[in-house]
């Protein structure tokens, strides 16, 4: 039974699937921390992203000028409650097998007791750890989307095969290749921990417009644009779980899509439905039924 009773706006009925743009992508993610030293540390040296600025109880890491992860300190939050809503992992995508081998080894060197396991999905390649606080982080590549395989009605095929993290390392790792200033890794997706999926899908599909790329009954992947997935969730340490209280760990999820227009248009879905939401002229903000908080702004506003 979950903790969050179905809304009105969850009626199968009102399905807006493919109303997600085509060019929607994630944006940043930010997480509420104890330590912002020791975890500015640990994003930087370890997972190799770059300082982009760092400003009183804020930090905000990336590669090539481009956000990926924003650190705020709430040094009086208690911690995460691990089986409440929330976040599951985030995800870090890297442009090539190069660069996550070398984000790879930084990992085993600076943070080998946080490592949490490893998966060739089909469609990708992905190591799992937590950070120091315990907020799960994936560390991935795309294969190329000829490499792909499609379910008949047209999805990407994901698994879950083994994926040596040494053979990677040996095949890829090159210690004297620049990790290089551009931007070669950023938000690939997000996976968040919800207490009914159903009611999930009826929000994330149903109202933001994503179309679903796998439902596993405990799990449920969506996308924009043909995407193996941009947003995850799962009832797998959380089934039931009420609204979230104020704690460390997720703060909130940023999505990008392509011009105001996109806003506007989602603006009018969550109005409709009853959803409040605040649009301050750059980014419209917002929460999923379990107090999750999303931000939607247009490329191009920074």
């Known amino acids: 039974m979950s903790g969050v009773s179905m809304p009105e706006w969850a009626a199968p009925a009102i399905s807006t699937a493919g109303a997600a743009p085509d060019g929607t992508r994630m944006d940043t993610v930010e997480l509420l921390v104890r330590d912002l030293d020791a975890m500015t540390d640990?994003?930087?040296?370890?997972?190799?992203?770059?300082?982009?600025?760092?400003?009183?109880?804020?930090?905000?890491?990336?590669?090539?000028?481009?956000?990926?992860?924003?650190?705020?300190q709430e040094k009086d939050l208690p911690g995460a409650d691990r089986r409440g809503a929330g976040l599951y992992h985030t995800a870090l995508l890297f442009q090539d097998q190069s660069r996550l081998a070398g984000a790879l080894a930084s990992m085993a060197e600076h943070a080998g007791r946080l490592y949490q396991g490893s998966a060739d999905h089909l469609v990708s390649e992905a190591f799992y750890f937590a950070d120091p606080e315990g907020n799960g982080l994936e560390l991935y590549r795309d294969r190329s989307r000829d490499e792909w395989s499609f379910q008949p009605d047209g999805s990407p095929l994901m698994g879950s095969e083994?994926?040596?993290?040494?053979?990677?390392?040996?095949?890829?790792?090159?210690?004297?290749?620049?990790?290089?200033?551009?931007?070669?890794?950023?938000?690939?997706?997000?996976?968040?921990?919800?207490?009914?999926?159903?009611?999930?899908?009826?929000?994330?599909?149903?109202?933001?417009?994503f179309d679903v790329t796998a439902d596993m009954g405990s799990a449920l992947f969506l996308s924009a644009g043909g995407y193996h997935h941009h947003i995850g969730m799962n009832t797998w340490h959380s089934a039931g779980a009420g609204p979230r209280a104020a704690t460390l760990g997720l703060g909130d999820v940023r999505i990008r899509v392509p011009g105001r227009d996109d806003i506007a248009a989602l603006a009018d879905r969550l109005r409709h439905r009853g959803i409040a939401s605040a649009d301050d002229g750059r980014t419209l903000r917002f929460s999923d039924p379990w107090g999750t908080r999303l931000a939607v702004s247009p490329e191009g506003d920074r």
């Open 162 to 209: 083994p994926l040596d993290p040494n053979v990677f390392l040996r095949t890829w790792y090159d210690p004297d290749a620049p990790i290089g200033a551009d931007v070669t890794a950023l938000i690939g997706h997000v996976h968040l921990q919800v207490g009914d999926v159903p009611l999930a899908r009826a929000f994330y599909e149903g109202v933001l417009g």
């Open 42 to 72: 640990f994003y930087q040296r370890a997972v190799t992203l770059d300082v982009l600025d760092q400003s009183g109880p804020t930090a905000t890491l990336g590669r090539g000028g481009v956000a990926a992860v924003v650190l705020r």
